[in-house]
């Protein structure tokens, strides 16, 4: 079962065209990293997905259908900036996350809230920039979706938080879930993904299963990304 | 246990050489029960799909059983075994040796040399 599809895709910024025919086609059970220089596309693609963007041409299902308000009940979106009120505390926001998504479960994320210590009664303005990145990952990958969608879900944050957010991506998603993160810190995802896309200037130049992309350049993912785009 | 990872070998084949060298050192003895995928996935920081790869090649292997209900298990009797060390330690001696004749030593310099080798 294929869980995300795009077909022609295409979206222009006026002039600028930030996503140029795209086909691409993810499975369920995997997760796939979304590898791509700056201004390469990664979040027009995804912003595309969760029904943010409407394409300029060419089409994306997932799960068989059409972005819209029920898709959005089973995909799970990790924005790249801070998109949560800086009001509400931890308490407050897995409020509204239950009251939001149905898929949401509470007890996991307070489980994960715990165990980065966390204060459910710190109002998000009060935390730093990581804890609150730390935070919105924490709420994503609390629901039972089918699709995840994490756009830089560890730029932000220090790197023993970074090893415990991909161990709770991997101990989180469901077998026949589908997890897409975007990021350019190739070597602290490369271990978890199953397969790799590369965009370069909104095209996707490589697609393929991870292991065995190693196997035939014989280099990690970082090395070869660092070779095939360099500047 | 840590996991450490090189970066130009696929981790699936990574995971099933520690998994042997685990076997044949005794840490795993035959009958013992393997972590379940999503455990050792998480403990090792990959892709729960990796670990499942290994596990099945392990199997194909006949080193592992797998339970349809309750887990895989370690299956290796002694014949089996001294094989195995055999196999793990070619690649140790073939390593050496490459190692060794890149520092300009010949075959025989180097068989003396292991040889006169006092820890």
């Known amino acids: 079962m294929e869980t995300l599809v795009c077909e022609g895709l295409c979206k222009d910024y006026g002039s600028i065209k930030a996503l140029n025919h795209v086909d691409l086609s993810l499975s369920e059970g995997k997760i796939v990293g979304l590898l791509g220089p700056n201004g390469s596309g990664k979040t027009t693609l995804i912003k595309m997905a969760s029904r943010l963007l409407v394409p300029s041409a060419g089409k994306i299902t997932i799960c068989g259908e059409v972005p819209s308000e029920k898709t959005k009940a089973i995909v799970s979106y990790l924005p790249d900036r801070n998109v949560l009120p800086e009001y509400m505390n931890c308490d407050e926001l897995v409020q509204m996350y239950q009251d939001f998504f149905s898929d949401f479960e509470s007890g996991r994320a307070y489980e994960m809230l715990g165990s980065l210590d966390i204060d459910p009664k710190m109002p998000l303005r009060k935390m730093s920039k990581g804890t609150r990145e730390k935070v919105q990952l924490i709420l994503t990958m609390s629901r039972r979706a089918k699709l995840y969608l994490l756009d830089e879900p560890i730029a932000g944050v220090d790197p023993a938080a970074r090893d415990y957010i991909l161990r709770t991506i991997i101990s989180n998603y469901d077998e026949n879930a589908t997890v897409l993160i975007s990021t350019h810190l190739i070597a602290d995802v490369e271990n978890v993904l199953d397969e790799a896309i590369f965009l370069k200037e909104g095209r996707i130049i490589l697609h393929e299963n991870a292991d065995e992309l190693k196997e035939k350049t014989g280099k990690s993912i970082d090395e070869y990304f660092r070779e095939v785009f360099a500047c | ?119």
């Open chain 2, 1 to 119: 246990m840590e996991w450490k990872f090189l970066d130009d070998i696929p981790i699936y084949l990574q995971i099933i050489e520690r998994i042997k060298v685990d076997i044949v050192s005794g840490r795993y003895a035959s009958g013992d029960k393997l972590p379940a995928v999503r455990d050792l996935a998480t403990e090792a920081g990959v892709n729960p799909n990796t670990v499942q790869r290994a596990f099945q090649e392990l199997e194909r292997q006949g080193l592992v059983q797998s339970e349809r209900t309750s887990g895989r298990y370690v299956s290796i009797d002694d014949e089996k075994k001294k094989e195995l060390q055999r196999d793990l330690s070619q690649d140790c001696i073939r390593k050496l040796f490459e190692d060794l004749r890149n520092l300009g030593m010949d075959d025989q310099m180097i068989k003396d040399a292991v040889g006169k080798w006092e820890e």
